[in-house]
């Protein structure tokens, strides 16, 4: 499966919605916030919000099939959404990343591997995602679901 960066942001999104709106999250794309880290005009590609708690975040997606410039805008993407001064999370998905910055986003508290299917369903390929939002929601019942509580005598 091969998207544009565009359509991988709405894909992002879409998982999103489709399995947390119902927890009160409204989600917005390519919301204007402030200024880079070089000073210029900063677009998030997906914002969400809890109303009820008034706690946002904001990811940036990245998305690469084939190699490319992508290896270079991933270490200023990574710095820049450190400044943001919210929840940040850069997800990204794709085999056109070289194998350093594979490892340079494994690695990053900031990043998350998210490729949700069609079906928008919760599975393997969105479980960083899902783990990011359950810390910066409180949700812990998305980081145990399909466990059982821990019984003396189990």
């Not at 204007?32 to 946002?56: C, V």
Request: with cysteine; glycine share 8%.
């Amino acid at each position: 499966m091969t998207l544009t960066g565009n359509q991988y942001a709405n894909r992002v999104a879409s998982y999103v919605l489709h399995n947390f709106g119902h927890r009160g999250i409204t989600v917005y794309r390519e919301v204007p916030f402030g200024k880079s880290i070089i000073g210029k005009n900063r677009r998030i590609d997906i914002m969400l919000i809890e109303e009820a708690t008034r706690t946002a975040m904001a990811i940036e997606c990245k998305y690469q099939d084939s190699l490319g410039t992508a290896d270079e805008k991933i270490p200023y993407a990574l710095s820049d959404i450190q400044q943001i001064g919210m929840p940040v999370c850069l997800t990204y998905a794709g085999e056109g990343f070289s194998e350093g910055i594979r490892h340079m986003l494994a690695a990053s508290p900031l990043a998350a591997h998210c490729l949700p299917d069609v079906a928008l369903a919760m599975s393997e390929s969105t479980r960083e995602l899902d783990a990011v939002l359950a810390r910066t929601f409180r949700w812990w019942d998305i980081v145990v679901r399909g466990k059982t509580p821990f019984r003396i005598g189990s």
